[in-house]
């Protein structure tokens, strides 16, 4: 992610949420002006990788080669783009 950005004109703020997690420390706050609950409490970015939302963090999942990776914002926790999660 971080290589295609200067490539791309995005803007991209990204935040250190648990700097002593190893698999988890970083969290995108925002893409291109369009940041975390700027459509409500429930809203944010999400990530899917082929199709499908992988339900770990950005930084956890290893890319392969081949992958396509979409982010999608989402206004619902995830519920109006597909990629909701039960607990």
């Known amino acids: 992610l971080s290589a295609s950005v200067p490539e791309s004109g995005f803007v991209l703020v990204c935040s250190e949420v648990l700097p002593s997690c190893v698999l988890c420390p970083y969290y995108i ?3 291109h002006n369009l940041y975390e609950q700027d459509c409500g409490e429930l809203s944010g970015w999400m990530y ?3 199709g499908k939302f992988p339900g770990i963090s950005c930084s956890s999942y290893e890319v392969k080669e081949g992958d396509i ?3 999608v914002y989402t206004c619902n926790l995830g519920k109006d783009v597909g990629g909701y999660f039960e607990e």
Request: aromatic share 12%; glycine share 12%; proline share 0%.
């Open 69 to 71: 990776i979409n982010w």
């Open 48 to 50: 899917s990788v082929n």
């Open 29 to 31: 706050e925002g893409i």
